[in-house]
């Protein structure tokens, strides 16, 4: 017997692995103060912050722009 839903991850839940964060987890994930990305988002800061999209007034940091602000 097969079945549809994904597999449990490794922390034993069956949600999906998160494809973006909001601010205060991006922090968490990048080691660096909520503050800073808002400055970034804003353009107040001397270093670019990490891509970022707006849903609503959401503002969501896509996993993948956050690994590339961390390699650059």
Known sequence: MTSDTPA???T???LPSPRGFNTKAASVFLG???SWLRKARIGATS???PAFKK???RVIYP???LNKFLDD
């Open 47 to 49: 270093t670019p912050g």
């Open 8 to 10: 449990p991850s490794d």
């Open 63 to 65: 996993l993948d722009s």
């Open 32 to 34: 660096i103060s909520t």
């Open 12 to 14: 034993g839940s069956n």
């Open 55 to 57: 849903v609503g007034r």
